[in-house]
């Protein structure tokens, strides 16, 4: 039989603010107390059944997802197009689906409904946000169009970075992209558009370049690359590697690539700390997302560069780089301060190798194959989650450098020193950074994705840890409730979340561990999940 939710877990919603924009009936006899939370714009953007909805008898996951598909498509408002189930994932307690948005069978970026289910497959809340109209229609000569958006990418990303050198541009992917998906503004029209990808001499050199199908205008710019078991660490030995030419390829770790195996999966120590040390972050982040997500990290991100390795977690260590910057001067440094990921393995300065940098690179990799969070606001929140679990991967390890006074500083112990505090972003080494949403150092959805992560940083310290801020008394839940709550989140994300989406995925996920009985989350934790949210104001229209 299925649980109904308990008077405490809905009094617990109620508390929570859980719908921005208030409760609405659903406007069918069937769900008049189904809580539907909608944007700025009056867009549905969460639906949390009065009572878990029943799948079919003995369905799985894919089955009774597709079976609750059309529902959500009438409650989500959906006026174009078809909702197509993407995927499913399996979490502590049930599992997530995640439906996409398709027209004439091609996706809308962004526009993304998923399930959160029970193990039965019950509906117990979706979350997500739909485009409601599209206008025009992808050129006849594809081809053609495709070479004049390449074109315009290209521009657009000179115009952008002027220190960008030898742009290229990459096949183009067709998607319908509405810009509103991405904000909590007025609805806005999905329009035809080639998704072009952009690359520079520099490894790091990055974007994506979304140029409207039929207009060849430039829609959005952003950057894409993430500045960090089966285990493959390379040492560069401070080889100089010119970023000016050099390509993705050429910093990859592998016996028949340009970095040389230092230790690979079994293998003993190497007399070289940063090796040694890259082998055990990677074995501590295998180890923390198997046991605490049921995620196979290497299986999941891992790179096989055909090397007889097969699938592994890969990182070059102790890279020096040459490089001409944005005044025009070749510069080079040695050793380099910088660490990332870029899409297949990741790449370290010396002494850029501490247990919370590596599980953020990490991150960005899981985040790259669950949510998929990029552009503006979205990117931001990619920064803040890639931060949230590169903590925890280090507290859960008893890491040193996440000991005492530096628990919740990310980056401590490395060369860079600490880049981020997630309890006083105000004090982050890399800037002062905002600790609410509107709050004192906010910048919008095109600032440094690096400024506004510290909101979702400062949200994971008070409801793990607790504390008295912006008018709220917290009670900290703790680290695995904490845990499996912010995992939940990473799988109900959207790729264009907003602030308020992370917000109403917090409330829903805890209110759904409360039913599924994960982690032993109580309908008091989402209380003070609630506080949290209400606390660093991402509910607001940012």
């Not at 979350?127 to 594809?142: I, M, N």
């Not at 072009?196 to 430039?218: F, I, S």
């Not at 910093?251 to 230092?262: D, E, L, T, W, Y």
């Not at 393995?345 to 669950?370: P, S, Y």
């Amino acid at each position: 039989m299925l649980s109904t939710r308990t008077a405490a877990v809905a009094a617990a919603l109620a508390a929570s603010s859980l719908i921005a924009g208030g409760l609405v009936g659903s406007g069918t006899a069937a769900a008049q107390t189904d809580q539907i939370g909608t944007d700025g714009a009056g867009r549905v953007i969460a639906v949390e059944p009065a009572t878990p909805v029943a799948a079919p008898g003995g369905a799985s996951a894919a089955t009774a997802a597709q079976a609750h598909t059309g529902r959500l498509a009438q409650q989500f408002g959906l006026s174009v197009g078809e909702l197509v189930l993407d995927n499913v994932q399996q979490l502590p307690g049930g599992s997530v689906a995640r439906l996409q948005q398709k027209i004439n069978g091609v996706p809308v970026f962004g526009a993304q409904v998923v399930q959160d289910l029970d193990g039965s497959g019950a509906l117990l809340a979706a979350v997500g946000k739909t485009s409601q109209r599209s206008a025009g229609a992808f050129p006849a000569d594809a081809a053609a169009a495709q070479a004049r958006a390449g074109k315009a990418a290209v521009s657009a990303v000179a115009a952008k970075d002027s220190a960008a050198k030898a742009l290229r541009a990459d096949a183009a992917q067709n998607y319908w992209y509405d810009a509103s998906l991405g904000t909590d503004g007025a609805a806005a029209t999905a329009v035809p558009s080639y998704f072009v990808p952009v690359h520079g001499a520099d490894p790091e050199d990055k974007w994506t370049v979304v140029v409207g199908a039929d207009t060849t205008k430039v829609l959005a710019v952003w950057g894409e690359t993430r500045k960090a078991s089966n285990r493959v660490v390379c040492d560069a030995k401070r080889k100089v590697v010119d970023l000016d030419v050099a390509t993705e390829a050429d910093i990859r770790c592998g016996a028949n690539q340009p970095f040389g195996v230092s230790r690979s999966e079994g293998q003993a120590a190497s007399a070289t700390a940063d090796v040694n040390n890259v082998y055990n972050y990677f074995g501590a982040a295998q180890s923390f997302y198997s046991q605490y997500a049921n995620y196979d990290l290497t299986a999941n991100i891992g790179a096989n560069y055909g090397d007889g390795r097969g699938k592994a977690l890969r990182g070059t260590v102790r890279m020096c780089e040459i490089s001409t910057g944005r005044d025009g001067v070749r510069r080079q440094q040695c050793p380099w301060a910088n660490a990332f990921w870029d899409g297949e393995q990741m790449a370290f300065g010396e002494g850029v190798t501490t247990m919370d940098i590596t599980g953020h690179e990490l991150t960005h990799g899981v985040t790259q194959h669950t949510s998929g969070l990029s552009g503006g606001y979205a990117a931001a929140i990619n920064e803040g989650m890639s931060d949230v679990f590169g903590k925890f991967i280090a507290l859960k390890a008893n890491d040193p450098n996440a000991a005492g006074a530096n628990r919740w500083l990310l980056g401590a112990g490395s060369s860079l020193g600490q880049v981020r505090d997630m309890k006083n972003p105000a004090d982050s080494g890399g800037g002062a950074s905002p600790d609410r949403v509107n709050g004192q150092y906010w910048v919008d959805s095109d600032g440094e994705e690096h400024t506004d992560a510290t909101v979702v940083g400062k949200t994971d310290y008070l409801i793990t840890d607790g504390d008295t801020f912006n008018g709220q008394t917290i009670r900290g839940i703790g680290e695995n409730k904490s845990i499996a709550l912010w995992w939940k989140v990473e799988n109900l994300l959207r790729s264009t979340a907003t602030f308020k989406d992370l917000g109403n995925a917090l409330n829903t996920a805890c209110a759904t561990n409360v039913r599924t009985k994960v982690a032993g989350t109580t309908a008091d934790d989402c209380t003070q999940v609630a506080k949290a949210v209400k606390a660093t104001q991402l509910l607001q229209n940012a």
